[in-house]
């Protein structure tokens, strides 16, 4: 989706995405 | 475990099948981090049991910018505290689990 990012570093991939709004309030 | 103000769950259930895990790691309490990082924003990566640490896991979080340098070393104890209690919780389990 648009609001999902991947970043590539050193041959690690990390896909950045939105917290859940669920989460958020849990915390 | 200390709060690092930092949450890392798994990202998918862990069918111990391989040493993979896909881990998910966000910020829960930002006044407990030190320098810039991105709030609302959860970052996916796998984790390899044999073959990662998570001190260079957080290497990698810090060069590709989502945190700062000072805030390396609470980003690789959340991920060691989350995988020290997957990896005692796999060893409860049945083989496979």
């Given amino acids: ?26 915390s | 475990a200390e709060d690092t103000g930092l949450r890392v769950e798994l990202a998918e ?10 881990l998910r790691l966000w910020v ?4 407990k981090l030190k320098g810039k990082h991105k709030d609302n924003e959860a970052i996916e990566f796998s984790f390899n049991l044999e073959a990662d640490t998570p001190e260079e896991v957080a290497y990698e979080m ?20 989350r995988v020290t209690l997957i990896k005692k919780i796999r060893e409860k389990k049945p083989a496979g689990c």
């Fill in chain 2, 13 to 22: 259930e862990d069918g111990c099948s391989n040493s993979s895990l896909a």
């Fill in chain 2, 62 to 81: 810090v060069k590709s910018g989502f945190f700062h340098e000072s805030d390396s070393k609470a980003v690789a104890k959340s991920i060691r505290d």
């Fill in chain 1, 1 to 26: 989706s648009s609001l999902t990012q991947v970043v590539h570093s050193a041959g690690r991939r990390f896909i950045v995405s939105p917290v859940p709004e669920s989460r958020l309030r849990e």
């Fill in chain 2, 28 to 31: 829960e309490d930002p006044k």
